[in-house]
């Protein structure tokens, strides 16, 4: 019983102790002012009001939304196929695709834009500036969730007897994948593209460095407007908080079903 | 086995040609290059592009750049507060993570459920919106900070110095830490604490001996990828004190995009010293991890 009651008192601790940014940047976007008191004095929806009318702002989201549903897009084209070659016709390609997908992840974002920025700076491929070189490194950031996602989905699948089964009924090797593997995998890719989305929606690095306000995302914006009020900002992280969430609670949908 | 018994039908029924399963198997490759060509402009191309650069200089291979970095102050304090940063913010975070997480197996399934969802949602606040977050409650003129100030509670927290800075990091290696060592304690089974208390083993006797040394894989490596994690951070660091505390992922970054000067061989230089610092913490905790397995 005291055991009990210890436990309780941790994991309410750990509650606490991770909601309070959360829930203070909650209450300071709808206060009309909050200095030196335990509460905010004033309810208010001003400040979100205020966001939602600013069109740099709304700008700015529809940029990140462009360049990250274009790279997800993008990702799913050239994955999905890949991870099915792999699994069908290389299978001994998997373990090597496995340590493939870990260099993004040794190398901070802070790293491969050093290099990234000289590459492409100039010469055949001038992308540095341009909405481009962030599809290219978010494509990056996005292939070691997807290729995992998908490679746990075809692992369950017995796809050579599926194949062999949509052989025998006529099917060719492309319509075979799409009607019969396909259909399969949209549960893990569905949770892969949610959660690589709210991953996207909050990268800052590369879209600072390597564009900035050439193409302005939510995250840079959210930076260029740290001068002004902290109610305003509040309400800026809020919503982006919102945004994710409702991602998240679509990736942990999806991918509860399977 | 499977092949033997599945080949046969793996040839398409209507081809006959001897030629086709091998120009398929053609088409198959071609799939994949899009993703090698992506992997290699984005991924690979940088990565040696930083390599080569970082021994190059005006006339030539140089180790210049190392020694630059090796013999400078300013380069080294980067080092060091990175270093400290990521270490003091690793361990505050892998014992709060420890404890949080072996609490948590404890309660109800649907308070446990609950929570999990909850730290998956923490785990999304990181980066520039998480140092916005701080700045409201204990930045100069955060809420928490003036309330403390006029009851007279705060002594000398600065929110944009190096404590502040661990404080931050902490915060998001909190979410990381529960996630990857939440699993991990399943590898404790329940009976061996009640084994150890009927051989009249206190409940820190029974951690000391059994708890932590089952776990000290899991605790080596989820403590490497937090310290991993928060050396290679820089948007939190940057948004904070807008690139004015000297970290090294804020002195690559600035001598690649600042605007004094712009030095990106240096930059290079330094990236290789950051990546292989990782690369050696990772080999010692492979290491660590053998003997750790060796000893059972």
């Given at each position: 019983?005291?055991?009990?009651?210890?436990?309780?008192?941790?994991?309410?601790?750990?509650?606490?102790?991770?909601?309070?940014?959360?829930?203070?940047?909650?209450?300071?976007?709808?206060?009309?002012?909050?200095?030196?008191?335990?509460?905010?004095?004033?309810?208010?929806?001003?400040?979100?009001?205020?966001?939602?009318?600013?069109?740099?702002?709304?700008?700015?989201?529809?940029?990140?939304?462009?360049?990250?549903?274009?790279t997800l897009l993008l990702s799913t084209i050239i994955?999905?196929?890949?991870?099915?070659?792999?699994?069908?016709?290389?299978?001994?390609?998997?373990?090597?695709?496995?340590?493939?997908?870990?260099?993004?992840?040794?190398?901070?974002?802070?790293?491969?834009?050093?290099?990234?920025?000289?590459?492409?700076?100039?010469?055949?491929?001038?992308?540095?500036?341009?909405?481009?070189?962030?599809?290219?490194?978010?494509?990056?950031?996005?292939?070691?969730?997807?290729?995992?996602?998908?490679?746990?989905?075809?692992?369950?699948?017995?796809?050579?007897?599926?194949?062999?089964?949509?052989?025998?009924?006529?099917?060719?090797?492309?319509?075979?994948?799409?009607?019969?593997?396909?259909?399969?995998?949209?549960?893990?890719?569905?949770?892969?593209?949610?959660?690589?989305?709210?991953?996207?929606?909050?990268?800052?690095?590369?879209?600072?460095?390597?564009?900035?306000?050439?193409?302005?995302?939510?995250?840079?914006?959210?930076?260029?407007?740290?001068?002004?009020?902290?109610?305003?900002?509040?309400?800026?992280?809020?919503?982006?908080?919102?945004?994710?969430?409702?991602?998240?609670?679509?990736?942990?949908?999806?991918?509860?079903?399977? | 086995?499977?092949?033997?018994?599945?080949?046969?039908?793996?040839?398409?029924?209507?081809?006959?040609?001897?030629?086709?399963?091998?120009?398929?198997?053609?088409?198959?490759?071609?799939?994949?290059?899009?993703?090698?060509?992506?992997?290699?402009?984005?991924?690979?191309?940088?990565?040696?592009?930083?390599?080569?650069?970082?021994?190059?200089?005006?006339?030539?291979?140089?180790?210049?750049?190392?020694?630059?970095?090796?013999?400078?102050?300013?380069?080294?304090?980067?080092?060091?507060?990175?270093?400290?940063?990521?270490?003091?913010?690793?361990?505050?975070?892998?014992?709060?993570?420890?404890?949080?997480?072996?609490?948590?197996?404890?309660?109800?399934?649907?308070?446990?459920?609950?929570?999990?969802?909850?730290?998956?949602?923490?785990?999304?606040?990181?980066?520039?919106?998480?140092?916005?977050?701080?700045?409201?409650?204990?930045?100069?003129?955060?809420?928490?900070?003036?309330?403390?100030?006029?009851?007279?509670?705060?002594?000398?927290?600065?929110?944009?110095?190096?404590?502040?800075?661990?404080?931050?990091?902490?915060?998001?290696?909190?979410?990381?830490?529960?996630?990857?060592?939440?699993?991990?304690?399943?590898?404790?089974?329940?009976?061996?604490?009640?084994?150890?208390?009927?051989?009249?083993?206190?409940?820190?006797?029974?951690?000391?001996?059994?708890g932590l040394p089952v776990l000290a894989p899991a605790?080596?490596?989820?403590?490497?990828?937090?310290?991993?994690?928060?050396?290679?951070?820089?948007?939190?660091?940057?948004?904070?004190?807008?690139?004015?505390?000297?970290?090294?992922?804020?002195?690559?970054?600035?001598?690649?995009?600042?605007?004094?000067?712009?030095?990106?061989?240096?930059?290079?230089?330094?990236?290789?010293?950051?990546?292989?610092?990782?690369?050696?913490?990772?080999?010692?905790?492979?290491?660590?991890?053998?003997?750790?397995?060796?000893?059972?």
């Open positions: 019983m005291r055991a009990d009651r210890y436990h309780h008192l941790v994991v309410t601790l750990l509650i606490l102790l991770l909601a309070v940014p959360i829930v203070a940047t909650l209450l300071y976007s709808l206060a009309q002012r909050w200095e030196a008191t335990i509460l905010p004095e004033g309810i208010t929806l001003s400040w979100y009001w205020q966001l939602w009318q600013d069109s740099r702002f709304l700008t700015a989201f529809g940029h990140s939304l462009l360049v990250c549903v274009g994955i999905v196929p890949a991870v099915f070659v792999v699994f069908y016709r290389f299978p001994s390609l998997d373990r090597w695709m496995n340590i493939l997908i870990l260099l993004p992840f040794a190398m901070p974002p802070v790293v491969a834009s050093v290099g990234l920025l000289q590459l492409f700076a100039g010469g055949p491929l001038p992308l540095v500036g341009t909405p481009w070189i962030l599809v290219g490194c978010y494509f990056t950031i996005a292939l070691p969730f997807m290729y995992r996602s998908l490679a746990n989905s075809l692992q369950a699948l017995n796809v050579r007897d599926l194949m062999d089964a949509a052989y025998l009924l006529g099917a060719s090797t492309p319509r075979a994948f799409l009607n019969v593997i396909l259909p399969n995998l949209r549960k893990g890719l569905m949770a892969s593209l949610f959660l690589s989305f709210s991953f996207l929606l909050g990268e800052f690095v590369f879209a600072n460095i390597l564009v900035g306000s050439r193409y302005e995302t939510l995250q840079v914006y959210l930076y260029s407007m740290r001068a002004t009020s902290g109610h305003f900002t509040s309400a800026v992280v809020t919503s982006y908080f919102l945004f994710t969430l409702v991602l998240t609670w679509f990736a942990t949908r999806f991918g509860r079903q399977d | 086995m499977k092949t033997t018994l599945s080949s046969p039908l793996s040839v398409p029924v209507g081809v006959t040609t001897a030629r086709a399963p091998r120009l398929r198997y053609w088409r198959a490759a071609l799939l994949l290059t899009p993703m090698f060509a992506m992997l290699l402009l984005f991924c690979l191309a940088p990565m040696g592009w930083v390599v080569i650069h970082s021994l190059q200089s005006d006339d030539g291979l140089t180790l210049g750049h190392f020694k630059e970095i090796l013999g400078s102050p300013f380069y080294l304090q980067a080092f060091d507060n990175s270093l400290r940063i990521s270490l003091y913010s690793s361990v505050i975070g892998l014992l709060v993570t420890l404890a949080g997480a072996a609490s948590l197996r404890r309660v109800e399934s649907r308070l446990k459920n609950a929570v999990v969802a909850f730290i998956n949602m923490t785990s999304n606040l990181s980066g520039v919106p998480l140092a916005f977050a701080f700045i409201i409650i204990v930045g100069t003129n955060g809420a928490l900070t003036l309330l403390f100030r006029q009851w007279g509670w705060l002594d000398d927290f600065h929110l944009y110095s190096r404590s502040g800075l661990i404080l931050l990091y902490t915060y998001f290696q909190l979410p990381l830490g529960l996630l990857l060592l939440y699993p991990a304690l399943d590898a404790l089974d329940d009976h061996w604490q009640e084994a150890a208390s009927l051989l009249g083993a206190n409940h820190w006797a029974y951690w000391r001996h059994v605790l080596l490596g989820t403590f490497i990828l937090l310290f991993a994690n928060a050396m290679g951070a820089y948007a939190t660091a940057f948004a904070l004190t807008a690139g004015n505390f000297n970290l090294v992922t804020v002195r690559i970054a600035s001598l690649v995009s600042g605007n004094v000067y712009l030095e990106p061989n240096m930059a290079a230089a330094l990236s290789v010293l950051l990546v292989a610092l990782l690369a050696l913490v990772t080999a010692m905790n492979q290491w660590l991890l053998k003997r750790s397995y060796h000893a059972r």
